[in-house]
């Protein structure tokens, strides 16, 4: 009787109970949980939606990791792969996934190589032909990649809508010139210290009118050319300016055109005043986030201007070096901002 029970455990209720408990494990304890028993094992195996995230960050031989997972059956409907700061990481690994198990990643969506820097364009182009679903693509600090890369991912990558090229060094206008020809669905764009683009690249980009986010953290040499043409992104949330020092208050003026505006950083735009942040606080009236911090150039005047506009919806505020604010301690600025929550963005 007791065999019986305990069969019908393991048939009927332990299975479920796995399913729950597996649904919030990482996926490295899954791993571990198939080496428990064969029971294990089997009810492990037998739910696909826990097999759709192959997590390889930080560790160590990751290509060959990565390979060896993919030529396991479980991973065949894999739809992310991220190898975020993964070691090990060389373009022969991306031609294997392409000659080797390219079955198994026809339906990703999402590629994270994110300081993966052996990668090259060789790489990039062997693995966007064999993941023709890609939405989200990352690739953090690369200095190998160049426009060339960008070719192949427009050429076999038909659905980006997330891309992050930081610190992508090698990166021009060209590649902006393809993203603005190829992804009009785009939603969000991350160029920080793609020191190659000028105003025409970014004016390109821009005609991914469906952008919510675009960071351009660092770009120093751009000019009020570009940033008034960022007033067409009707539907941008986020926006970081940090560095921008051509940065003007007509450009910043053009800005505020975007209504749906939460988060806004202008650390070090020097060359803002008062009449630039009045402008965006009249006209981004949802705003969450701004950081001013650094610019000499504004008042207590525009700060009046935000409270009058957004004391509702900030909760993040950082004036911190803006010597013509006086009202800079926290008391008086909870007073303007009931609330406020985050004083300080920069340390």
Known sequence: MADRGEDA???EKFPRVLEIVSSRLSQRDLCSLLLLSTCCYRALISQPSLWKVLDLREMNKAGERLISALSLDRYQHVEK????FARDVYDEHLLLIKSK???HVRHLESLNLNGCQKISDKGIEAVTIACPKLRIFSIYWNV???????????????????LNLSGCKSISDQSLLLIGDNYKELEELNITRCMKITDNGLQNVLRCITLKSLNLYALSSLTDRAYEKIGCLAHLEFLD?????????CGLSSIASCRKLLSLNLTWCVRVTDVGVIKIAEGCRALEFLSLFGIVGVTDGCLEALSKYCSNTITTLDVNG???????????????????RCFKVHS
């Open 9 to 11: 455990w393991n048939r």
């Open 81 to 84: 792969i991220d190898l975020e």
């Open 101 to 103: 198990v390219m079955e």
């Open 144 to 162: 190998r990649v160049t426009d060339m890369s960008i070719k192949f991912l427009v050429k076999h990558c038909k659905h980006i809508s997330y």
């Open 241 to 249: 300016l940090c560095g921008a020092q051509n940065l003007s208050d």
């Open 322 to 340: 803006c010597i013509g604010i006086k009202r800079r301690r926290h008391e008086e600025l909870l007073k303007l901002f009931p609330y406020l």
